[in-house]
């Protein structure tokens, strides 16, 4: 074999296993995805066509994340900067529909035990 051409083993060693992941409340799924080396988080949610299952997923404006860590841009790079590392899962977020803190106190308000009077 000619050393211009890379073989079928060099091509292989190239491409790194990764995961992407969107859930719903009624449905999850993770995507398994062999893409090349430095392929960004975007691009693998690309390659996935993770979008075609889920019709409310908009990759270019919903927010990612590598294992719970989020790529915006602040702390860790944006999803079309990040190159995934063999065995990353980046995740596509759902917008919250409540505040968090806001349901915290909710559940405190049902939860909080009711005085009996004397």
């Known amino acids: ?7 079928d083993d060099d091509q292989a060693e190239r491409l790194i296993k990764v995961e992407v992941a ?6 999850q799924l993770i995507v398994p995805v062999n893409v090349p080396a ?3 988080a975007l691009e693998a949610v690309r390659q996935s066509n993770i ?7 908009n990759i270019k404006k ?6 719970s860590k989020p790529l915006d841009g602040k702390g860790r790079p944006k ?3 990040y ?18 803190k806001a349901a915290r106190l909710d559940r405190a308000k049902v939860s ?4 009996k009077e004397k």
């Open 1 to 7: 074999m000619s050393e211009d051409y890379p073989s």
């Open 22 to 27: 969107y859930a719903t409340p009624e449905r």
């Open 38 to 40: 430095g392929t960004t």
């Open 51 to 57: 979008a075609a299952e889920f019709s409310e997923i």
């Open 62 to 67: 919903d927010p990612m994340g590598i294992f």
């Open 79 to 81: 999803p079309n900067e």
């Open 83 to 100: 190159e995934m590392c063999a065995g990353d899962r980046v995740e596509i977020y759902r917008p919250l529909l409540i505040d968090p």
């Open 112 to 115: 909080k035990p009711v005085k």
